[in-house]
């Protein structure tokens, strides 16, 4: 699994390199956590796990009158984020864990959104309950996150071409994708950080890998940048490698429908309100 350290060096990197195909695939994700998020009034957003930006650029050019700071433990993903904002004055960028993050003046978020950038925190409960400390009373929080990894057929897909693994099934609590799979766990995470008012929404969509006319070709090169695959498939050498690519290629193709390759995901869209 992925954890915060790896986040800072050569994944990191790699992700920012790799930040308008993630972008794509995270389409409906995006556009449904915005809606959420656009239903409350806010004038100040914090942008948790922010990655390459994608959500504060998008909250900070619809609402100029807010102030919007995205929050990141990767120097190369905020390098891009940097970039796409230059040209909103009200959006600021800050490298740092946001479970230790600390509110300057004037800077206590009403709003607190993250796409996908909450299930790395070693003690989720600590994290959010310091985050509560530091948004206004009443705030609220909304967040995506994947469902348990036997919702999302995009990791059995994958799975399927990669030889099985030796060690221990990882642990699904484990911070990491698939670490807040588990409603119940969440609500209780929640609960014990002092949250109110919780809620989830459960949306499955179609997560595109690959465009274009090869668009086989390059969801297969995205996978072998980024992802669990990325990583097996590099540890593999001669024979077993070819075989490894030649299966996720056909499991790619199997998904390729007019001009994209998307495969199956599941998420939550989940909701809160920190204590008045």
């Known amino acids: 699994m992925t954890d915060q350290f790896e986040w800072t060096g050569q994944v990191g990197n790699a992700w920012a390199e790799e930040w308008q195909r993630t972008d794509r695939s995270f389409t409906p994700v995006t556009e449904r956590l915005l809606e959420v998020a656009?239903?409350?009034?806010?004038?100040?957003?914090?942008?948790?796990?922010?990655?390459?930006?994608?959500?504060?650029?998008?909250?900070?050019?619809?609402?100029?009158?807010?102030?919007?700071?995205?929050?990141?433990?990767?120097?190369?993903?905020?390098?891009?984020?940097?970039?796409?904002?230059?040209?909103?004055?009200?959006?600021?960028?800050?490298?740092?864990?946001?479970?230790?993050?600390?509110?300057?003046?004037?800077?206590?978020?009403?709003?607190l959104v993250s796409r996908h950038g909450v299930m790395f925190f070693d003690d989720p409960v600590a994290a959010f309950a310091h985050i509560a400390g530091q948004a206004m009373p009443g705030a609220n929080l909304v967040f995506s996150c994947f469902r348990e990894r036997g919702e999302n057929g995009w990791v059995h897909e994958l799975a399927s071409a990669l030889p099985p693994g030796d060690g221990p099934k990882p642990d699904p609590h484990a911070p990491g994708p698939f670490a807040f799979g588990d409603?119940?766990?969440?609500?209780?995470?929640?609960?014990?950080?002092?949250?109110?008012?919780?809620g989830f929404e459960s949306i499955d969509y179609s997560m595109v890998v690959g465009e274009g006319e090869d668009a086989v070709d390059e969801?297969?090169?995205?996978?072998?940048?980024?992802?669990?695959?990325?990583?097996?498939?590099?540890?593999?050498?001669?024979?077993?490698?070819?075989?490894?690519?030649?299966?996720l290629r056909g499991v790619l193709e199997a998904h390729h429908r007019g001009d994209a390759v998307s495969l199956p995901a599941a998420c939550w869209i989940v909701t809160a309100r920190s204590p008045r």
Request: with cysteine.
């Open 38 to 111: 656009r239903a409350h009034a806010f004038t100040r957003v914090m942008d948790i796990g922010c990655g390459a930006g994608e959500l504060s650029v998008a909250l900070a050019a619809d609402t100029p009158s807010a102030r919007v700071i995205g929050v990141d433990v990767s120097k190369d993903l905020l390098g891009v984020a940097r970039v796409r904002a230059s040209k909103l004055g009200n959006l600021r960028f800050a490298l740092g864990d946001a479970a230790a993050w600390t509110a300057g003046e004037g800077e206590r978020p009403d709003l």
């Open 183 to 198: 409603r119940e766990r969440v609500e209780g995470i929640l609960s014990e950080a002092g949250w109110q008012e919780i």
């Open 219 to 247: 969801a297969l090169s995205y996978f072998l940048r980024i992802g669990p695959a990325a990583r097996a498939i590099a540890s593999l050498d001669g024979s077993q490698r070819g075989e490894a690519l030649a299966r």
